[in-house]
């Protein structure tokens, strides 16, 4: 989407205000004993009161053979993205990580943001990747500049996980937003700057870095959402609705 009227830009920034609220409510249930059912219940749950709706549930990705079918994505430790929270339900363990990954539609306007939090005490190589996944999403909205590619983004996402010894996810990544779920272009988390689209003032971006504590594969479950690291070592996801504006990006997301 690009943002052409001030009305659409108030309705995102609005949006991105309570998708940030909800992640956080979220990310403060998170406790050893809390099923990722309870997750998915109350992200809806505040959605719906604030009078908007969730935007994931019933939506079908493009290669998708089913709606996605929860409110919330849950993706624990080895699992990537896309983990189904109300279908095979679990327990959070402490020393594990949950990635939680959530979009609403207010007035129209979908906002899209996900979190990695971890459980309790976790190990330090844990900690680290979750530091490295966070600083490189703030790298990448660093590198969204209207003048810039998509390429300067996705090489200042690389950078900062390769450089912190992670590996990046090939197959996943950030994406155009606000009129739809995923939306052109496709912003890989590693490349080169300069190349691919030209970023322009008025765009809305998903930015997503998607690191793994080992290496980059993964391989999707039979439920056809869920990824997982192929060698099952941890993956961590933090991502940000983004706002183009002259003087550099606007995190609409942030809390
Ligand atoms: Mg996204």
Excluded: W
């Excluded at 939506?59 to 849950?74: M, N, Q």
């Excluded at 966070?134 to 900062?160: C, F």
């Amino acid at each position: 989407m690009t943002i052409q009227t001030e009305k659409e830009r108030e309705d995102l920034i609005e949006g991105g205000k309570r998708l940030a609220a909800v992640l956080s409510a979220l990310g403060a249930k998170v406790a050893p004993g809390v099923t990722t059912e309870e997750l998915d219940d109350l992200a809806e749950q505040l959605i719906r009161a604030g009078g908007d709706e969730p935007c994931f549930l019933g939506y079908t990705p493009e290669g998708a053979h089913r709606p996605y079918p929860a409110t919330l994505c849950v993706s624990i430790n080895d699992e990537v993205v896309h983990g189904i929270p109300n279908e095979s339900v679990r327990k959070l363990k402490e020393g594990d990580i949950v990635g939680l990954d959530l979009g609403l539609r207010h007035n129209g306007v979908i906002v899209d943001a996900a979190i990695t939090v971890p459980v309790g005490q976790v190990d330090d190589e844990t900690t680290k990747l979750l530091r490295a996944t966070e600083a490189a999403l703030a790298r990448g909205i660093a590198a969204a500049l209207p003048g810039n590619h998509v390429g300067d983004i996705s090489q200042a996402i690389q950078k900062e996980i390769e450089g912190a010894g992670f590996s990046v996810v090939k197959e996943l990544g950030g994406h155009g937003v606000g009129e739809h779920v995923h939306e052109e272009p496709f912003i890989p988390n590693y490349g080169r700057t300069g190349q691919g689209e030209l970023l322009t003032e008025g765009m809305v971006l998903a930015l997503e870095p998607i690191s793994t504590a080992g290496k980059a594969s993964v391989v999707l479950a039979p439920d056809g959402y869920t990824f997982r690291t192929k060698d099952g070592s941890r993956s961590a996801h933090f991502e940000h609705t983004i706002l183009l504006e002259k003087g550099g990006a606007r995190i609409v997301t942030a809390a």
